[in-house]
């Protein structure tokens, strides 16, 4: 048997760094390795390994937990060290920044949200997508570009650009992928034929149908607490992948519209 490290066994290497800098390094090294083919198992069928309830940070532990475990296509390994190698690069872009403003990344109080949107959907796959990217990454859409704007008027046209050119064109893809996997998933369910094509064939076969929306909505309903809040980035969110009647019908109303 090889004793070449799969992409699970990397992707815990990465969850365990605790170093922020230093983890979106492995975390880029490894994304290039399974990129270029120089890693060229998923993970081990024979072996099961511990993945760590609160590691230092996101994105790898969707490999690490579920790669596996639902037997997802390669694919799906593929899509999620892009969004791990984009996220990672978005943190060193940003860490640079702060450095060249004077301040460094940990000066200010975070919120831990996503991490513990990840922990409580870390038994179901379906939920860590509907609710990391198609809910949280997919909110980021709607408020990036006011962030964008404040940057602006604010005179900082460097980190504007950074956010525009490189974070936000990049989080459109990040929530592309939730939709993705979402929809394959359901339509696996339905038919688990359909797991061995790749996954455009299956989208173009069958119609993404009310029967998905339905599973997004009560998936949502069930592990999102509270309303979504408009208004929302119809455009970001159709180039994304999903329409308003993915998201609709789970908002408050908009008071301050009228
Ligand atoms: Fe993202």
Redesign the pocket.
């Known amino acids: 048997m090889s004793t070449e490290e799969t992409l699970v066994e990397a992707a815990l290497r990465i969850l365990n760094t605790a170093d922020p800098v230093e983890k979106a390094r492995i975390g880029d090294q490894v994304a290039n390795k399974w990129l270029q083919g120089l890693i060229s198992q998923p993970y081990n069928p024979s072996q099961d390994l511990p993945v760590p309830d609160r590691p230092a940070r996101l994105t790898n532990d969707i490999i690490a937990r579920f790669g596996k475990q639902e037997s997802m296509p390669r694919e799906f390994f593929t899509d999620f060290v892009k969004?791990a190698q984009?996220?990672g690069r978005h943190f060193s872009l940003l860490n640079a920044r702060l450095k060249e403003l004077g301040s460094f990344y940990g000066a200010l109080p975070a919120h831990d949200g996503l991490w513990d949107s990840a922990i409580a959907t870390s038994k179901d796959l379906l939920a860590r997508l509907a609710i990391e990217h198609c809910v949280h990454?997919a909110r980021?859409l709607d408020v990036v570009p006011t962030t964008i704007s404040r940057f602006r008027n604010g005179g900082d046209n460097q980190t504007a650009e950074l956010l525009e050119n490189v974070v936000y064109p990049?989080?459109i893809t990040?929530c592309a992928a939730g939709v993705k996997w979402f929809k394959y998933l359901c339509l696996r369910s339905r038919n688990p034929i359909l797991s061995d094509l790749p996954l455009e064939e299956n989208s173009d076969t069958v119609e993404v149908d009310n029967e998905v929306i339905q599973k997004f909505h009560s998936t949502v309903r069930t592990y999102f607490r509270g309303p979504l809040k408009p208004p929302f980035n119809e455009q970001a969110r159709k180039a994304a992948g999903f329409g308003p009647q993915w998201y609709e019908p789970l908002a408050v109303k908009d008071y301050s519209v009228e």
């Open positions: 969004v984009d996220e990454e980021g990049e989080e990040h």
